[in-house]
């Protein structure tokens, strides 16, 4: 019986948002992620129409990915870890791991399963935001396109902390410790990225640009991708994909 | 068929099973027994992959798990000592899971669940949560999904654990059915299960085998009791004692009503020679029986040593 790779990868994808989405993880995230957004988004919104008169710099929708992406950042280092902790530190912790080594199915496989689901869930928790632009397309500030690059920026960063998170999970032995390692790695990514407005002018300063998860999100704002940073992205997603499947397989020998 | 050829698993300087081979073939069970330890949970953990070999090869229904792992664990159902599921999801939800994962098409899977949940009496549970199921229902909840797919191989690690005992008549049976197509390999602790649903046991100890075999071959006057009543004087008893066997290896009991009860060790060998001088001096006898030994004897002998 021919068993496609892609198969196993949906049967793990799809168990993973069952026990997401049946448990309340992904129902707290998405109600507290939205009142923050929520919260967010109204503040901007008053802002830019108190300077309506004299015109305010950007539009709300670009202030809210752009401007504010200090905030849109934070709010991503505690949603990101929350969403992949338990991915292979629940599955060890609770014996679970067992079945999934034992099925007939990749170490690659399996992972990828368990990334598309806690992707598919940051796709979905992000979704109830597509409404801000729809409130405000009457105004004339939404600009379709811009607005897609706007969210493509948001899945670009969203699914590198992901990836990076999926990773921390097999590496850990608890969930607590996945969060706590995935929070620290991605708030120094973050930190990394400051260095453009604090360094000299230099490769030092260049490099912290080119890393900068706020410089992408404002730069994606304003309809612009820098396709290095595409590939930047893509490379780490990649890299921290197969390491995870290479830390699966290891405890087959461990 | 399920081949162990050489197998070595070491931990460290820790050797967890040194040099195993085993065949079990389609249309029996055998039963893996072994003190806590002895290297039962790695055996089972290197027959399905989910641990490799230090050295030695695995063949599932002829397929090399080394060189071909996804096609060789296609024939595997194996159902994981204290049965780890899914809380959260219902019964159905993870057979349907198990069934997708195996490489059941979608047209399939409601059927296959519903005939393993029949099979494995947990037709009940399947639309509960796991997290509310007792026990029981867990354990044949894992059984079932190791049934699915009807695989050719079946690895069952201690599968009557929790269960009643009407329950576990039930699983015994299963076994039993599912012997007469499939490998089974049962690990347990439950001699009384493995005298109930296997042919063959392997004995574990200190991670070799220690004794293997078909149960009624390790269970023979060979390594078995015998008992013998006889109405004699005691000294004539022990004089044809003394002439037949080996000192220490007949226990005589005096009855009170002129009686004497021996109780010998050594088969069946043994018995035929002290009843041959027995009955030369003349002594009458009255009962003879010969004892096969208790798997748990078996079982003690063989790990006693250390082997």
Known sequence: MRFPFWRGSLAICR?????????PLAWVLLTAFLLIQGGVFYSIVLHSSSLDQGGAPVGPLQAYFGQQSVLLSMTLLFLCPALTMR???EERRSGTIEILLTAPLGSGALVLGKYLAVLATYVAIWLPTVLYAVLLRDTGVVQPRVLAVSYAGIALVGSSYLALGTLLSALARSQLVALLTSVFLQFGLFVLG???????????????????????????????????????????????????SRVVESWRGS | MIEALHLTRTFGSVVAVSDLSFCVRPGEAVGLLGPNGAGKTTTFRLLTGSLGPSSGDIRIMGRPLAEHPIEARRHIGYMPENAPLYPELTGAEYLSFRAELAGLPRAERKRAVREAAEQAH??????????????????RIAL????????AVLLLDEPTAGLDPNQVEQVRELVRNLAKERAVLLSTHVLSEVEATCERVIV??????????????????AVADYRLSVRAPRAEVEAAVALAVEA????????????????????????????????????????????????????????????
């Open chain 1, 15 to 23: 168990r993973e948002l069952l026990s997401l989405w049946v448990t």
């Open chain 1, 87 to 89: 991915t292979f530190a």
């Open chain 1, 194 to 244: 400051v260095g453009e407005y604090v360094l000299e002018e230099g490769l030092l300063r260049d490099t912290s640009a080119y890393l900068s998860l706020t410089t992408l999100l404002e730069e994606t704002s304003r309809g612009l991708l820098d396709s290095r940073r595409i590939v930047l992205h893509l490379s780490v997603q990649a890299w921290a994909l197969y390491v995870t």
């Open chain 2, 122 to 139: 947990a037709s009940s549970a399947l639309g509960i949560a796991i997290a509310h199921l007792s026990k029981g229902f867990r354990q």
């Open chain 2, 144 to 151: 079932a999904a190791a049934l699915l797919g009807q695989p």
């Open chain 2, 204 to 221: 574990l100890s200190r991670g070799k085998i220690a004794l293997e075999g078909r149960l009624d071959d390790l269970r023979n006057p």
């Open chain 2, 248 to 307: 220490g290896h007949v226990e005589l009991e005096e009855q009170g009503d002129g009686r004497i009860q021996l109780t010998g060790h050594g088969g069946a060998e043994a018995m035929n020679r002290l009843l041959k001088a027995l009955v030369e001096r003349g002594i009458a006898i009255e009962a003879a029986a010969p004892r096969r030994a208790a798997l748990s004897e078996v079982f003690q002998a063989a790990t006693r040593s250390g082997a």
